[in-house]
């Protein structure tokens, strides 16, 4: 397995973000997404507009088969119907579709890192990845709750060592 790194520094990922929306913009989405939820890259490239409920997102991860339920700004649901629209997705089509099949399939896992992973080493940043955006999310959530525990559970890591690897890039930096 390859090791990723979190991007802790905010300028980093904001440079990710507008690198990757003028390479594409759903490229931007799925990279925002992915901060914002944590979620794994498999059950993000699963995500349809219809997916978005009244401020909410459920979603059955597909690695523990358990049921998540993730608030969304609002203004990220606008996000989504705003792209889908602009981009003539359909309610019920992947946001992150596969341009070779015509929006009936969604981009692979290792399309996704090899954009993101690209894109970062353009930005002089080494060691990023699609689970990077995980581990981002997980740094961002320590941040503000202080808590390894918290972020365990929100992850739903088993063994607190898991989680601690997400946060070892941070925790390196506050020492």
Not at 55 to 76: M, S
Not at 103 to 125: D, E, F, P, S, Y
Request: proline content about 2%.
């Amino acid at each position: 397995m390859k090791i990723t790194k979190a991007l802790i520094n905010e300028r980093d990922v904001l440079a990710m973000s507008l690198y990757l929306k003028r390479f594409h913009p759903r490229f931007c989405l799925l990279w925002e997404l992915g901060i914002i939820t944590g979620l794994r890259i498999g059950d993000l490239l699963k995500l349809k507009p219809n997916s978005f409920q009244s401020g909410t997102l459920t979603v059955t991860e597909q690695k523990t088969k358990k049921e998540r339920t993730i608030k969304i700004h609002n203004d990220v649901i606008f996000d989504i119907n705003f792209f889908a629209k602009m981009f003539h997705v359909k309610p019920d089509q992947y946001i992150f579709y596969s341009r070779a099949d015509r929006k009936h399939k969604h981009m692979t896992r290792q399309w996704a890192h090899r954009i993101i992973h690209r894109t970062a080493q353009n930005n002089g940043l080494d060691f990023i990845g699609a689970h990077s955006m995980r581990k981002i999310y997980a740094c961002n959530l320590f941040s503000s709750s202080g808590s390894v525990n918290a972020v365990q559970a929100d992850l739903g890591h088993k063994h607190m060592s898991t989680t601690l690897i997400y946060l070892k890039d941070l925790l390196e930096g506050i020492k």
